[in-house]
């Protein structure tokens, strides 16, 4: 029932917190999720009000159209769904071959709002982005734009797809995250990750991460809803 690569090699299921035999992934609907991983033969969900809701028939429907969607190998795809109540809506899904990526609903009537590096695309640009596009970047997925942006792009969009890719080269990282081990100013290689979204300013001089943000450098490690360097 939930998109995620080589399920079989994955022995144990832990739904916010609590462990499950294996079948829950057949039985679990997918509108009752908001986050999914997997490590060392673990797979780990979090649900949206950590309450466990079981597929309808519907949500069966939906994960079939999905599914031959998705294995058409495309890393841009669009294809139609339907909410419990028969009311139609699309589903726009960016994913790789390692199962990042995510998807956003869109409803009838409304435009897809495309951005990549801060620039907006239309839909025939974006979806022909080769999949190295989409590798090492960072991606917000939102419906129901908030005043700010209907402002900026048009009230006709409904639902966004925001791609960053980057590379942190900004000296207010360089000066923040030095090699613990060493006295000799050398920066030793930083990763980091944000569950939402990077924006990055002008020149690449600053850097803003939002949502369970991590910053790993030598010994070093930061954990934080919202970064700015």
């Known amino acids: 029932m939930i998109d995620y690569p080589l399920l079989s090699k994955y022995t ?7 462990s499950y035999d294996a079948d829950i992934l057949t039985k679990i609907s997918p509108r009752c999720i908001s986050t999914t991983s997997g490590n060392n033969g673990k797979i780990e969900i979090t649900t949206h009000k950590n309450k466990i809701e079981y597929a ?11 599914k031959k969607a998705l294995a058409l190998g495309k890393v841009y795809a669009r294809y139609p769904q339907k909410r419990q109540d028969g009311s139609r809506y699309e589903e726009i899904s960016i994913k790789q071959k390692n199962g990042s990526g995510g998807s956003v609903g869109l409803n009838k009537g409304k435009k897809l709002l495309l951005l990549y590096n801060g620039k907006q695309y239309s839909e025939r640009e974006f979806k022909a982005f080769p999949a190295e596009q989409f590798k090492d970047c960072n991606m917000s997925f939102r419906s129901g734009l908030d005043k700010e942006t209907k402002a900026q792009y048009g009230e006709e ?5 925001a791609v960053s890719k980057i590379e942190i080269t900004s000296e207010g990282i360089k000066k923040t995250f030095r090699n613990p081990d060493n006295n000799d100013g050398v920066t030793s290689k930083l990763s980091y990750s944000a569950r939402d979204s990077v924006v990055v300013g002008k020149e690449k001089k600053q850097i803003s991460l939002f949502g369970e943000v991590k910053l790993i450098q030598g010994q070093l490690n930061i954990t934080a809803d919202k970064v700015k360097v």
């Open 12 to 18: 144990e299921v832990i739904i916010d917190g609590k």
């Open 56 to 66: 309808t028939k519907i949500d069966r429907e939906n994960v079939i159209i999905r």
């Open 157 to 161: 969009y409904g639902s966004m797809i």
